[in-house]
C-alpha cells in the first residue's frame, strides 16, 4: 500500500515571509505539455468525439526469445515490422515488451490476438506475438497532474511513463543511442575523442559524447517537460589493457559494452579460472556452447586474445513468476570493454581537464539554449501525435532568501550578501594548539620547520594560539613504524591534544595511520601533504589550521537561528558511502548535540545488502539523544532529519522502514518520548535547472542566486521544494530538491526553507554555504572516510568530534 506523503504546510502571514526573502521570477529548463486526441479514428465513437484519449497496451512476445540485455534488436525487430504493426493497430510506442497505441481503435480491433510472423534480422528469422492487456486515460486531468499523496498516483504515473517511451521512440528513431537506463541519449557518430599526455610522456585517449536527457513530470501546476544537456566520458582503454597494467584488478569499477546498446556493469571480480575458450549452458539451445563462439553468433564478434579471464557481473532480477528477487553472474570479455569515466591520473592533469571541461561544461547561457533547441526538437516530431510542447511556457516564481547572520569572535559578523565569505576574524571560541604531536620523514626535516612558522602565522589571523609541538622523526616510510612510535610514547604518557603527520599521502602509510589513530587510540588527527604547501602555503595552513579546531570540537563561528524554530530542536544528517565493505554498505549519522547546531554527535551503521530491521539506526538515534541531553540537559522537543535522496522507486522503504527506526530510537531513550519529527529525502542528483533573466539587453542567462527556493508550479501537491543554496560562479547551478516523507511538527513552509538555507552555512569546512545543510554534509564525509580509509566504526572518544573531516 502507498504511504501517503504530508501535504505542503501553511506559510507565514506575507509580511513575515517579506521579512525573510524576495519574490522574482526564474527561467527553467521544464517546459509544459499537453496532450490532444489523435488526428484519426476508426473507434466505435461520432467523430469529432475527443473527450478521452485512450492509450491501449499490448505485451509482446518474441520467438525465439531475446535476452533481456538485448534492447537493440528488440529495436531492430520492431523497426522492421513497424509497417505491419501499424496496419494492424495503428502508430505506437514501445517499451521492452509493450506496445503503446494513441489511435481511437474499434473494439473489434483492440481484442483481437495478433501474429506477425518471418520478421528477418540480422540473417535471423524471429515473430511476435501482440495480446491486449489495458487500456487507461492519457489527457485525463487526474492521472496527469497527481502527487505522491494520493491513492490514484499509479494512474498518474502511467501516463508519464507512456509519454516518456513516446519521446524514447522518436530519439531511437532519430538514430541518438541511449547509454545507460536515465533517458539519457547520444549521437555517438560525432563524439570527440580527446588525446591526453602524461608525465611519463606516453598518451592515453578519452572519447567524449554529447547528448541530451529528458524526463516527463506531473507537478500542481500540469505536465512538465524536463529537458537538459548531458555528456559522457568513456576512455578508449580496454578493460584487457587495464588488467595486464594492474595486476590484473578490477574488482570494483565500472565498464561499458559498445557492442550491446552501451550496456554499464559494475565488476564483482576477475575469474581468472574461465576465458573465452571456457563454455556454458546456452539455455535457447540446451547445448554447451563457448564464450567466444557465443560472442561470435550473437554479436558478431571476433575474440583475439583466448587467454585472458573474464570479468564477472551480478545482476540482480526479480523471477517473472514468483517475483523472488534472484542474482545471476554474467561473464564479460574485457577485450570488448570499454572502461569508465576518467583515472586519478587523468584528473591530475590541468590540461586534460581543460580540454574534457570544454565538452562536458557549459556556460548557463549555453545550457539554457541547449534546452529551448532540444525542446523544439521534440515539439516539431510529437506534434502529429497529439502531444504538444511549449518552449515559451518556461518562466517561473520563485523567492530568494535573505543569507543568515554569520557571528565570529570578537563580536564581529561575516558578510554574507553574496554567499561566500571571507574568515578574516577570531574564531567564536579561543583555541590553543597545546601538547601536540607531529611525525615525519626526517627527510622533510626542513619541510617540516617551515610549516609550523606558516602555521602560527596563519593561525594568528583566527586568534588561534600554536604552540611547539613534540616532535617524532622517522627514518622509513613503513606504517607499521610510524604507528610502533606513536602508541610506545601513547602507553608512556598521556593522549596529545591530536596528532598532526606529514608527508606524502602514500595510501599505505595515510590509511594505516588514520585507522590506528582513529579506530584504536581515539585521538583526532591531521595529515599533511607537503605538495599541497607550495603553490600557497599561507591559504593551506588557514585551512588546516580551522580545520584542526572544527575536530577538536571548537566553534568557528555561529550561524543565526530563525525565527519561530524551538530552542531544543535537533538536526540529523544521514548519508550512505558510494563504495562498499565487502559487500555493505557505510551509512553515515551525523546529530547537532547544541542549541545553536555547533556541536555534532557521528556514528555509522554499517549494513548488509538487504538489511530492512535497521536497529543500529534506531541505537545510533537514541545515543545521539542522550548525547544531547547530556550536553544541553534537555531533550530535543523537535527533531529534523535530512536523509540522502534514495530516488523515487525507493521512497516507500524511508517510509515504512528508517522513519520507524527512528522513532523507535526515540522510544528506546525512553518509552513516553515522542518529539515533532519531520524527514526529508534529499536528492542532489536531479535534471531540473534554473535560471535568471537576461539582465539588459546584451545580459546572458545566468546562475540563480544564492538562498534561491523554487516551491510553486514545477513541484508536486506533496510537501517539496528545490533549493540553490550556492553562488555558482563555474559552469551551471544544479539545484538541491527536498521532499517531505513524514511530518508532524508545527513548521510553516517558509521556516523550513529558512531552517534548511541557514544550516548549509554551518558547514566548518567551507566560509559560505554548502549544497546541503551541514548535518548532512558532515554526514556524507564521515560515510567516505570510513569506507574509503578505515572500514570500521570509529572509537567512541571520537562520538562527539569531527574527525572525519
Known amino acids: 500500500m502507498l504511504q501517503q506523503l504530508p501535504k505542503r504546510p501553511p506559510k507565514s502571514s506575507a509580511q513575515d515571509i517579506s521579512k525573510i526573502c524576495k519574490n522574482i521570477k526564474l527561467l527553467t529548463n521544464m517546459f509544459t505539455m499537453q496532450v490532444e486526441a489523435p488526428q484519426s ?163 592515453s585517449a578519452l572519447e567524449a559524447y554529447k547528448g541530451f536527457t529528458f524526463n516527463v ?30 595486476n590484473n584488478q578490477l574488482s570494483g569499477l565500472s565498464v561499458i559494452t559498445k557492442y550491446n546498446n552501451y550496456q554499464t556493469y559494475l565488476i564483482d571480480r576477475v575469474d581468472g579460472q574461465k576465458t573465452p575458450s571456457s563454455t556454458f549452458l546456452n539455455s535457447k539451445t540446451n547445448t554447451q556452447i563457448s564464450f567466444a563462439q557465443y560472442y561470435k553468433e550473437r554479436y558478431n564478434i571476433q575474440i583475439r ?104 569572535g570578537g563580536n564581529k559578523t561575516a558578510n554574507t550578501d553574496r554567499g561566500n565569505f571571507d574568515m578574516r576574524a577570531p574564531t567564536l571560541d579561543k583555541i590553543e594548539f597545546k601538547d601536540w604531536t607531529l611525525i615525519y620523514n626526517q627527510k622533510d626535516e626542513r619541510s617540516v620547520d617551515g610549516f609550523i612558522d606558516t602555521l602560527k ?27 610502533k612510535s606513536l602508541d610506545e610514547d601513547f602507553s608512556k604518557n598521556d593522549l596529545p591534544q591530536f596528532v598532526l603527520s606529514f608527508g606524502q599521502a602514500q595510501s599505505g602509510l595515510y590509511s594505516g595511520l588514520k585507522k590506528f589513530l582513529t579506530s584504536e587510540a581515539g585521538i583526532e588527527s591531521q595529515h599533511v601533504n607537503p605538495r599541497s604547501l607550495q603553490k600557497n602555503g599561507m591559504s593551506v595552513a588557514s585551512k588546516i589550521a580551522l580545520q584542526i579546531a572544527s575536530k577538536l570540537g571548537r566553534r568557528i563561528w555561529q550561524v543565526e537561528t530563525p525565527t519561530g524554530i524551538d530552542k531544543n530542536t535537533m538536526i540529523i544528517g544521514i548519508e550512505t558511502s558510494m563504495k562498499k565493505i565487502k559487500q555493505q554498505q557505510v551509512v ?18 554499517i549494513r548488509k545488502d538487504n538489511d530492512t530491521t535497521l536497529p543500529t539506526l534506531s541505537k545510533i538515534v537514541t545515543k545521539a539523544i542522550q548525547a544531547y541531553v547530556k550536553n544541553t540537559e534537555s531533550v530535543p522537543a523537535e527533531v529534523i532529519v535530512y536523509r540522502q535522496g534514495l530516488g523515487e522507486g525507493q521512497i516507500q522503504q524511508s517510509c515504512n522502514l528508517e522513519i520507524k527506526a527512528i522513532q523507535n530510537g526515540f522510544s528506546n531513550f525512553k518509552s513516553d518520548f515522542n518529539p515533532r519529527l519531520a524527514f526529508f529525502q534529499v536528492n542532489r542528483k536531479i535534471g531540473q535547472k534554473f535560471y535568471q533573466s537576461p539582465q539588459g539587453d546584451k545580459g546572458e542567462v545566468s546562475n540563480p542566486a544564492s538562498g534561491t527556493i523554487v516551491a510553486s508550479q514545477v513541484v508536486q501537491n506533496n510537501f517539496e521544494f528545490f533549493m540553490a543554496a550556492q553562488n555558482c560562479n563555474s559552469g551551471v547551478c544544479t539545484p538541491t530538491k527536498y521532499t517531505c516523507l513524514y511530518n508532524n511538527t508545527n513548521l510553516k513552509e517558509d521556516q523550513i526553507w529558512q531552517l534548511t538555507y541557514y544550516q548549509t552555512f554551518n558547514y566548518y569546512n567551507w566560509q559560505g554555504p554548502v549544497r546541503v545543510p551541514a548535518a548532512m554534509k558532515y554526514a556524507e564525509k564521515l560515510a567516505k572516510f570510513v569506507s ?6 570509529a572509537n567512541e572518544n571520537l562520538t562527539n568530534s569531527p574527525f572525519y573531516l
Open 41 to 203: 479514428s476508426d473507434s466505435d465513437e461520432p467523430q469529432g468525439f475527443v473527450n478521452k484519449v485512450l492509450c491501449h497496451q499490448y505485451d509482446v512476445e518474441f520467438s525465439p526469445s531475446i535476452a533481456e540485455d538485448n534492447r537493440n534488436l528488440r529495436y531492430k525487430i520492431f523497426k522492421e515490422a513497424r509497417r505491419n504493426i501499424e496496419q494492424i493497430i495503428g502508430k505506437f510506442s514501445f517499451s521492452g515488451k509493450s506496445l503503446f497505441s494513441m489511435r481511437n481503435l474499434s473494439k473489434e480491433k483492440i481484442n483481437k490476438i495478433k501474429n506477425i510472423d518471418a520478421i528477418n534480422v540480422d540473417g535471423q528469422k524471429f515473430s511476435i506475438l501482440l495480446r491486449f492487456t489495458k487500456t487507461f486515460e492519457v489527457n485525463d486531468e487526474s492521472a496527469q497532474n497527481l502527487d505522491k499523496t494520493s491513492p490514484n498516483f499509479k494512474k498518474g504515473n502511467q501516463v508519464t511513463q507512456l509519454l516518456n517511451i513516446i519521446l524514447k521512440s522518436i530519439m531511437r528513431d532519430e538514430k541518438f543511442q541511449e547509454i545507460g537506463k536515465n533517458s539519457k541519449f547520444y549521437n555517438v557518430n560525432s563524439r570527440n575523442e580527446i588525446v591526453i599526455k602524461g608525465r611519463d610522456g606516453n598518451t
Open 217 to 246: 513530470t506531473p507537478t500542481q501546476d500540469k505536465l512538465y517537460l524536463m529537458v537538459d544537456y548531458c555528456s559522457r566520458i568513456i576512455r578508449k582503454e580496454t578493460a584487457l589493457e587495464y588488467l595486464k597494467n594492474n
Open 305 to 408: 586474445d583466448m587467454r585472458q579471464p573474464l570479468l564477472v557481473h551480478k545482476r540482480k532480477y526479480r523471477e517473472a513468476n514468483t517475483n523472488i528477487q534472484k542474482v545471476e553472474e554474467v561473464y564479460l570479455i574485457p577485450e570488448i570493454c570499454n572502461m569508465t569515466g576518467m583515472t586519478d591520473e587523468q584528473r591530475e592533469n590541468f590540461q586534460a581537464m581543460k580540454e574534457v571541461a570544454t565538452h562536458t561544461k557549459l556556460t548557463p547561457q549555453e545550457r539554457y539554449q541547449n534546452s529551448v533547441n532540444n525542446c523544439r526538437f521534440l515539439s516539431s516530431k510529437t506534434s502529429s501525435s497529439g502531444i504538444r510542447i511549449d518552449e515559451r511556457s518556461n518562466l517561473i516564481d520563485a523567492v530568494q532568501l535573505r543569507a543568515p547572520k554569520v557571528t565570529l
Open 457 to 483: 602565522k596563519a593561525s594568528q589571523t583566527y586568534g588561534i594560539t600554536v604552540n611547539d609541538p613534540f616532535f617524532f622523526a622517522q627514518r622509513d616510510w613503513n606504517a607499521n613504524s610510524w604507528i
Open 588 to 605: 553515515g549519522v551525523v546529530a547537532s548535540i547544541d542549541k545553536d547546531f555547533t556541536k555534532y554527535f557521528s556514528d555509522v551503521e
Open 788 to 793: 574509503d580509509t578505515i572500514q570500521e566504526a
